[in-house]
């Protein structure tokens, strides 16, 4: 990765840059205008959210959203990282990981006792940081 990238927690100021990394990332739903805003201002809120982002000479080149919870099969906090998006011509460069550290590295202030992940296209690069594939997940659209 290149020194000059910066991955830092979001602000209200990121939710335009974050936009277009969100409708990119997405694959089974469009992505609209007025609900990001929306979502984006509440995660801002939220306690139990985060959202980093990677930043470069003032263009944010990607983003990561994640979450923690109690729970009774891990004997208390969970982490999970719910979106995970780097621009396509940015891969590769270590941005990805380096998001994904730093949200560990939040998930253990909260003391979490695990991340996970849900992946359809990225397992390679999950499996290449010791994340380990342990369930198949489901969903139903409602």
């Known amino acids: 990765m290149t020194s000059n990238v910066e991955i830092r927690i979001a602000t209200g100021d990121d939710v335009e840059h974050v936009l277009p990394l969100a409708r990119d990332m997405a694959t089974s739903f469009f992505v609209q205008t007025d609900q990001f805003r929306s979502t984006f201002a509440e995660l801002m809120e939220r306690d139990d959210a985060l959202v980093f982002v990677a930043e470069e000479q003032g263009d944010v080149v990607g983003y990561l959203l994640g979450f923690d919870h109690l729970s009774f099969y891990a004997n208390g906090r969970v982490s999970y990282v719910e979106e995970l998006a780097v621009s396509a011509d ?22 979490s006792t695990l991340v996970t992940v849900a992946t359809r296209r990225a397992a390679p690069f999950y499996a290449a940081l010791d994340y380990e594939e342990t ?8």
Request: no cysteine; hydrophobic share 45%; glycine share 14%.
């Open 90 to 111: 940015r891969r590769g460069q270590g941005i990805g990981q380096h998001m994904l550290e730093a949200f560990e590295g939040w998930a253990k202030t909260r003391s």
């Open 135 to 142: 369930a198949i997940l489901f969903r139903k659209v409602l």
